[in-house]
């Protein structure tokens, strides 16, 4: 299926439901064949106007192998709610029936209350629905519980991983949270290193070997670490199976390994999002790692 897009204009909020309607028709109308409106889950994506880079690459692939309503809400602290905008994305396919996936972007103020109210009723009913926290501040306050309330998959990207350490034990492990599963984006990036550091541990001593960070480690490195320390017994680092190591000549985490050194394979923002959609329920192996995080 060769996806194309059908980009509505910017409109004032108040019209979005008339908008929405008239989209739809529109595209109908179009063509001959029959248009079907198809989605498995609601998304719902909240981001800041300053920190949208790599999102829109990341929604437009998703339109291409996750069919879903997408809410998209862009956060823009200095604009008044009363020039709250709409757009709406309607992506089908062309071959056969039209299968299309529904993006609805909305550009508003950053009111808590006025948002949650605006965003839940877009829900629809019967699906599962999840929130992709893109660069949106601290996963806490109003807007976050609010939305994290109604979701399975509460997927939080962020750049300040030692900010999001403070909060991810409480989140995970909150009791009336249980039904809820709280993933860093670098987690599901990291499926591929961990399959290359798994694949190589029991054939040899495996070394890992970690760019040395000025400061407090990165998510990449930290959550390696947290990994290995969580699963294996400590015996494997006191007799020197598993090492661990900071290393200067290292430009990427490497696994080093009889004689091989092997570059860790880092996935991309889209196939991460990718996976873990196809993964939403709460990892055992994660909870290991939270453990290990509340312990510091």
């Not at 800041?48 to 690459?57: A, F, N, S, T």
């Not at 970690?210 to 480690?217: T, V």
Request: charged share 25%; hydrophobic share 35%; net charge negative.
């Amino acid at each position: 299926m060769n996806p194309s897009s059908h980009l509505g204009q910017e409109f004032p909020i108040g019209e979005l439901m008339t908008r929405f309607t008239e989209e739809w028709n529109k595209r109908r109308e179009e063509t001959d064949k029959p248009v079907t409106r198809i989605a498995s889950f609601n998304l719902l994506v909240v981001s800041r106007g300053d920190c949208e880079e790599g999102l829109q690459e990341v929604l437009q692939g998703l339109a291409k192998s996750h069919p879903s309503r997408t809410i998209w809400c862009k956060v823009d602290g200095g604009r008044e709610w009363s020039n709250s905008t709409g757009r709406l994305h309607l992506g089908c396919g062309s071959h056969g029936d039209q299968v299309c996936s529904e993006q609805i972007q909305i550009c508003c103020s950053n009111e808590p209350q006025r948002v949650s109210s605006l965003l839940l009723p877009l829900i629809r009913s019967g699906l599962p629905t999840h929130l992709l926290w893109w660069h949106a501040g601290p996963p806490e306050g109003d807007l976050f519980d609010r939305l994290a309330d109604r979701c399975q998959l509460v997927l939080l990207a962020d750049s300040n991983w030692s900010e999001l350490c403070e909060v991810l034990p409480s989140l995970w492990e909150d009791r009336m949270k249980t039904e809820h599963s709280f993933y860093p984006l670098s987690w599901f990036r990291l499926t591929k290193a961990r399959q290359q550091i798994a694949a190589a541990y029991g054939r040899s001593e495996v070394e890992l070997a970690l760019p040395k960070d000025i400061g407090a480690p990165g998510a990449f490195a930290d959550l390696l670490t947290l990994w290995l320390r969580s699963l294996l017994p400590e015996r494997d680092f006191q007799s020197g199976a598993v090492r661990i190591v900071s290393s200067a000549e290292a430009k990427v985490p490497t696994v080093n390994w009889k004689d091989r050194q092997d570059p860790l394979k880092i996935q991309s923002n889209l196939d991460a999002v990718r996976e873990a959609l196809d993964r939403p329920y709460r990892d055992p192996v994660f909870s290991g790692i939270v453990h290990k995080i509340k312990e510091r």
